[in-house]
C-alpha cells in the first residue's frame, strides 16, 4: 500500500471494502481521501472482500440502499445512523409507453422517488459515509443542480456543515432546493467544468480545511452509490440482468457504475452471467462522449455545453472513456437527442406512463425511441430506461406549452360547447 494522506481512516469501518485501485495502472492505496493514482494520475475506485452474500441476506434488509450495505463501503449499522435512506425506487412496467414504441417488454427505472428527487441521494449517501470516517466537517460539492440539493439534504440530516457550487445559471427550481437546507449556496460564473476546477483549487486551500468534496477528494466512494441501481434494477426484475438498460452520461459516472454493479452480482453469482448491453445518452448539445463513439474515437473532445438538460452539460466528462469501452464491449452504443426531441420524449413519458421526468429522463427516453426507430434496440428483449429526476425541477422545458385545453363559464353548457367536436 502506497502513503497514506491527510485525514486517513486508520481504525474506522469501510465495510467489505479494502483499498482504493486505479483503473488505469492497477496500483492500490489505503483507503482515504483521494482520488487520482500518484504514479499515473488514472481515477482510484474501491475494491472490495465481499465474502458471501446471498440474496435472503439482501431480502432480509431494509427497503432503500442499505440492503445492499455488504456490496458497498459503509459499516454494517449504517440504516441506523441519521442519513437520508434512499433507494428502492420504483420500476414501472412501461406497457403503454412500449406499445407505443413497439417494445415489448420495457422497464422506467424511475429515481424521482428519493428524498431529494434524484438520484444524487444514492451517491451522496455514501459519500457522508466516508465523510464521517475522514473526520469531516463540511460536505461539498460541484453540482449541475441535483446533487447541490442532495448535498445539502443529507448535511443537514447528518449534522455536518455544507457549501455547494453551482453555475450561477441553473435552473431557478434546482437553485431553490439546492438553498433551502441551510447550507451555502454559491454561484460561479461560468460553466458546471469551471466550476469543478474551482473546487479542485479550494482542496489544497485552507479555506477548505476538513471538507469534503464528494464528487472530488471522496469520488471513489461517492461513484459507488451509483452500483445500487444496478442491484436493485437485477433483484426487481427477479434477480436476472435487463438485456437493454438506456443510461444517461453528464460525468458518465452513472453508467460505469451501472456496468460495475452488473459484473459484481454476476462474480458473486446472485445473477445468471447473462449478455446484456449498455447504450449511453446525451443532448445534442452536449455530446462529446456520442460524438466520439460515432467517430471510433477512444479519446472524447471537450465541448462547451448548450442544452436545456443542464444536469448533465458537463462538456469535459471524466469517465467518457471508460462509457466508450463499456458500449462497445457489451454492443450498445452512445446517442444524443436535440432539446426538441427531449422536450417531446418528456411529454411522451408522462402521457404514456405518468411520470414526469426532468429533462435528464427526456433524454434517456428520447435516446430511446430514436434507438428503436433505427433497429438498433431489440424489440423483444427485455429493457430499462432511467428516469433519473423529478420533472417539477426543469419546469422551464416544458412551460412554454403549458396551458388549459379550454377555458370556460362554470356551465354545463359551455363545457359541452367547448368540447362539441
Known sequence: MRERPRFMALNHDFGPAVALSCRECGARYDLGPIFACQD????????????????????????????????????????????????????????????????????????????THSFKDRVVSIAVEAARNFGFTTLSCSSTGNLAGAVGAAAARAGLDSCVFIPSNLEEAKIVVASVYGGRLVGIEGSYDEVNRFCSELIGDPLGEKWGFVNVNLRPYYAEGSKTLAYEIAEQLGWRIPDQIIIPIASGSQLTKIDKGFKELIALGLVEDTPYKIFGAQAAGCSPVSAAYKAGHDVVRPVKPDTIAKSLAIGNPADGPYVLDIARRTGGAVEDVTDPEI???????????????????????????????????????????????????????????????????????????????
Not at 445492499?68 to 403503454?96: C, E, F, I, S
Not at 422536450?343 to 413519458?349: G, H, P, W, Y
Open 40 to 115: 499515473c494520475f488514472g481515477p482510484l475506485e474501491v475494491a472490495y472482500d465481499f465474502g458471501t452474500v446471498s440474496r435472503e441476506d439482501i431480502a432480509a434488509g431494509p427497503a432503500n440502499i442499505w440492503r445492499y450495505r455488504a456490496l458497498l463501503p459503509v459499516p454494517a449499522n449504517v440504516a441506523d445512523k441519521p442519513n437520508l435512506q434512499p433507494g428502492w425506487t420504483k420500476l414501472h412496467r412501461a406497457g403503454n409507453l412500449g406499445a407505443e414504441l413497439g417494445l415489448r417488454d420495457l422497464y422506467v427505472k424511475d429515481d424521482s422517488g428519493n428524498p
Open 343 to 421: 422536450v417531446a420524449a418528456i411529454r411522451l413519458l408522462a402521457r404514456t406512463e405518468g411520470v414526469f421526468a426532468e429533462t435528464a429522463g427526456g433524454v434517456t427516453v428520447g435516446v430511446l425511441r430514436k434507438l428503436t426507430e433505427a433497429g438498433v434496440i431489440d424489440p423483444d428483449a427485455t429493457t430499462v430506461v432511467l428516469n433519473t429526476g423529478e420533472g417539477l425541477k426543469t419546469l422551464d422545458a416544458v412551460q412554454s406549452e403549458a396551458r388549459p385545453t379550454a377555458v370556460i363559464r362554470p356551465s354545463l353548457d359551455a363545457f359541452r360547447t367547448a368540447f362539441a367536436n
